[in-house]
Protein backbone atom coordinates (compact mmCIF):
# COMPACT_ATOMS: atom_id res chain seq x y z
CA UNK A 1 0.00 0.00 0.00
CA UNK A 2 1.12 3.17 -0.81
CA UNK A 3 0.06 5.77 1.08
CA UNK A 4 -0.47 9.61 -0.52
CA UNK A 5 2.44 11.64 0.97
CA UNK A 6 4.83 15.23 0.37
CA UNK A 7 7.89 15.57 -1.77
CA UNK A 8 10.75 15.25 0.51
CA UNK A 9 13.88 17.28 0.92
CA UNK A 10 16.87 16.93 2.99
CA UNK A 11 20.46 18.21 3.51
CA UNK A 12 23.55 15.57 2.47
CA UNK A 13 23.83 13.92 5.93
CA UNK A 14 19.74 12.49 5.40
CA UNK A 15 19.17 14.03 9.17
CA UNK A 16 17.28 16.54 8.57
CA UNK A 17 14.41 16.80 6.33
CA UNK A 18 11.39 19.29 5.03
CA UNK A 19 8.44 19.23 3.43
CA UNK A 20 5.36 21.55 2.45
CA UNK A 21 1.78 21.14 4.03
CA UNK A 22 -0.57 22.04 1.85
CA UNK A 23 -3.70 22.21 2.95
CA UNK A 24 -6.82 24.20 4.08
CA UNK A 25 -4.60 26.81 6.60
CA UNK A 26 -2.77 27.27 3.18
CA UNK A 27 1.20 25.78 2.79
CA UNK A 28 3.00 25.29 5.86
CA UNK A 29 7.00 24.59 5.65
CA UNK A 30 7.62 21.58 8.17
CA UNK A 31 10.89 19.91 9.51
CA UNK A 32 11.84 16.64 10.59
CA UNK A 33 14.93 15.59 12.67
CA UNK A 34 16.68 12.97 13.81
CA UNK A 35 18.53 13.97 16.97
CA UNK A 36 21.25 12.12 18.65
CA UNK A 37 20.11 11.02 22.14
CA UNK A 38 22.52 9.84 24.66
CA UNK A 39 23.02 6.40 23.67
CA UNK A 40 24.75 5.60 20.74
CA UNK A 41 22.68 4.60 17.62
CA UNK A 42 19.48 6.05 19.62
CA UNK A 43 17.66 8.85 17.77
CA UNK A 44 15.17 11.33 18.60
CA UNK A 45 12.37 11.76 16.14
CA UNK A 46 10.88 15.59 16.46
CA UNK A 47 9.03 17.62 13.48
CA UNK A 48 7.25 20.43 13.59
CA UNK A 49 6.04 23.86 11.67
CA UNK A 50 8.57 26.56 10.64
CA UNK A 51 7.22 29.63 11.37
CA UNK A 52 8.79 31.96 8.78
CA UNK A 53 7.81 35.49 10.25
CA UNK A 54 9.85 34.24 13.73
CA UNK A 55 12.28 31.67 12.25
CA UNK A 56 11.15 29.31 15.04
CA UNK A 57 10.00 25.39 14.65
CA UNK A 58 7.47 25.11 17.08
CA UNK A 59 6.48 21.25 17.47
CA UNK A 60 3.56 21.72 19.48
CA UNK A 61 1.11 24.04 17.66
CA UNK A 62 -2.30 22.01 15.65
CA UNK A 63 -1.99 23.07 12.15
CA UNK A 64 -5.28 21.88 11.67
CA UNK A 65 -4.15 21.61 7.82
CA UNK A 66 -6.30 18.83 7.37
CA UNK A 67 -3.83 17.22 5.85
CA UNK A 68 -2.85 15.29 9.30
CA UNK A 69 -2.62 11.41 7.47
CA UNK A 70 -0.69 12.31 4.59
CA UNK A 71 1.90 14.71 7.04
CA UNK A 72 2.28 11.22 9.19
CA UNK A 73 3.01 9.11 5.96
CA UNK A 74 5.31 11.52 4.66
CA UNK A 75 7.27 11.85 8.44
CA UNK A 76 7.29 7.37 7.82
CA UNK A 77 9.04 8.29 4.70
CA UNK A 78 11.59 10.44 6.25
CA UNK A 79 12.26 7.38 8.57
CA UNK A 80 12.68 5.08 5.78
CA UNK A 81 15.25 7.24 4.23
CA UNK A 82 17.17 7.72 7.26
CA UNK A 83 17.13 4.53 8.52
CA UNK A 84 17.88 3.47 5.00
CA UNK A 85 21.29 5.93 5.31
CA UNK A 86 21.72 4.81 9.33
CA UNK A 87 21.23 1.26 9.29
CA UNK A 88 22.15 0.85 13.10
CA UNK A 89 20.15 3.33 13.72
CA UNK A 90 16.80 3.26 16.13
CA UNK A 91 14.72 5.55 16.29
CA UNK A 92 12.78 7.11 19.35
CA UNK A 93 9.80 8.92 18.78
CA UNK A 94 6.88 9.87 21.28
CA UNK A 95 3.93 12.75 20.83
CA UNK A 96 5.05 16.01 22.00
CA UNK A 97 2.01 15.88 24.44
CA UNK A 98 -0.27 12.87 25.27
CA UNK A 99 -2.83 13.32 22.52
CA UNK A 100 -0.05 13.30 19.93
CA UNK A 101 1.08 10.18 20.89
CA UNK A 102 -2.26 8.36 21.01
CA UNK A 103 -2.70 9.65 17.02
CA UNK A 104 0.74 8.40 16.91
CA UNK A 105 -0.01 5.07 18.65
CA UNK A 106 -3.22 4.73 16.58
CA UNK A 107 -1.36 5.11 12.95
CA UNK A 108 0.75 2.42 14.29
CA UNK A 109 -1.74 -0.31 15.02
CA UNK A 110 -3.60 0.61 11.74
CA UNK A 111 -0.78 0.40 9.65
CA UNK A 112 1.50 -2.82 11.77
CA UNK A 113 1.43 -5.42 9.61
CA UNK A 114 3.24 -3.14 6.94
CA UNK A 115 5.52 -1.49 9.71
CA UNK A 116 6.57 -4.84 10.83
CA UNK A 117 7.90 -5.79 6.97
CA UNK A 118 10.45 -3.32 7.29
CA UNK A 119 11.15 -2.36 11.22
CA UNK A 120 11.63 -3.86 14.75
CA UNK A 121 9.23 -2.36 16.87
CA UNK A 122 9.26 -1.60 20.65
CA UNK A 123 7.10 0.36 22.99
CA UNK A 124 7.46 2.00 26.27
CA UNK A 125 4.95 1.72 28.67
CA UNK A 126 5.49 2.59 32.20
CA UNK A 127 9.54 3.11 31.41
CA UNK A 128 9.32 -0.91 30.79
CA UNK A 129 10.57 -1.79 26.65
CA UNK A 130 8.58 -4.25 25.04
CA UNK A 131 8.44 -5.80 21.90
CA UNK A 132 5.00 -3.40 19.97
CA UNK A 133 1.57 -5.44 20.63
CA UNK A 134 -1.58 -4.34 19.35
CA UNK A 135 -3.80 -2.10 22.41
CA UNK A 136 -1.15 -1.25 24.94
CA UNK A 137 -0.96 2.12 25.64
CA UNK A 138 2.83 2.78 24.61
CA UNK A 139 4.04 6.28 25.70
CA UNK A 140 6.89 6.12 23.16
CA UNK A 141 7.85 4.26 20.51
CA UNK A 142 11.70 2.89 19.13
CA UNK A 143 12.24 1.37 15.87
CA UNK A 144 14.96 -0.11 13.81
CA UNK A 145 14.88 -1.08 10.52
CA UNK A 146 15.18 -4.66 9.70
CA UNK A 147 17.84 -5.95 7.70
CA UNK A 148 16.89 -5.17 3.62
CA UNK B 1 26.80 3.96 2.47
CA UNK B 2 24.12 3.74 0.23
CA UNK B 3 23.25 6.56 -2.37
CA UNK B 4 20.08 7.99 -3.73
CA UNK B 5 19.45 6.34 -6.10
CA UNK B 6 19.54 3.00 -3.90
CA UNK B 7 17.58 4.59 -1.62
CA UNK B 8 15.00 6.07 -4.03
CA UNK B 9 14.21 2.40 -5.48
CA UNK B 10 12.78 1.03 -2.40
CA UNK B 11 10.11 2.03 -0.54
CA UNK B 12 11.21 5.31 0.39
CA UNK B 13 10.14 8.13 -2.01
CA UNK B 14 12.93 10.34 -3.72
CA UNK B 15 14.31 12.62 -1.48
CA UNK B 16 15.42 15.82 -3.37
CA UNK B 17 18.80 16.74 -1.76
CA UNK B 18 19.65 20.35 -0.94
CA UNK B 19 22.52 21.32 0.31
CA UNK B 20 20.80 24.31 2.24
CA UNK B 21 19.32 22.09 4.37
CA UNK B 22 23.02 21.56 5.29
CA UNK B 23 22.60 24.61 7.95
CA UNK B 24 20.96 22.53 10.47
CA UNK B 25 23.85 19.49 10.49
CA UNK B 26 25.00 19.62 14.10
CA UNK B 27 22.18 21.83 15.11
CA UNK B 28 19.28 20.84 17.61
CA UNK B 29 15.74 21.87 16.25
CA UNK B 30 13.70 20.69 18.66
CA UNK B 31 15.76 21.34 22.01
CA UNK B 32 12.75 20.83 24.64
CA UNK B 33 11.98 17.43 22.99
CA UNK B 34 15.50 16.11 23.04
CA UNK B 35 15.69 16.90 26.89
CA UNK B 36 12.42 15.36 27.49
CA UNK B 37 13.02 12.57 25.28
CA UNK B 38 16.68 12.04 27.21
CA UNK B 39 15.00 12.18 30.92
CA UNK B 40 12.67 9.62 29.49
CA UNK B 41 15.57 7.41 28.91
CA UNK B 42 17.46 8.42 31.82
CA UNK B 43 14.21 6.67 33.67
CA UNK B 44 13.29 3.83 31.83
CA UNK B 45 16.46 3.03 29.97
CA UNK B 46 17.05 1.35 26.68
CA UNK B 47 16.62 -2.39 25.92
CA UNK B 48 20.72 -3.31 24.87
CA UNK B 49 19.87 -2.30 21.79
CA UNK B 50 18.15 -5.23 20.32
CA UNK B 51 19.15 -6.22 16.43
CA UNK B 52 16.32 -8.25 16.18
CA UNK B 53 12.69 -9.72 16.86
CA UNK B 54 13.00 -13.51 16.95
CA UNK B 55 9.55 -14.95 16.23
CA UNK B 56 9.54 -17.96 18.21
Not at chain 1, 52 to 70: F, R
Not at chain 1, 114 to 142: C, H, L, T
Request: with cysteine.
Amino acid sequence: MKLDRYQLKSGRNLTTFEFLSEGSKGKIIKLVQFQPMNLVNLYNLAFGDLDLLTGKIDDKVITDNDDSEKVLATVVAAVYAFTGQYSDAWVYATGSTVTRTRLYRMGINRYLDIVEEDFDIMGEEQSEWEWYEKGKDYQAFAVHRKNQ
Amino acid sequence: MKTMLEINQKKVPAVRIDPSLDKYNNVVLFPEKLTKANEQLNKSGFPKLPKKKHNC
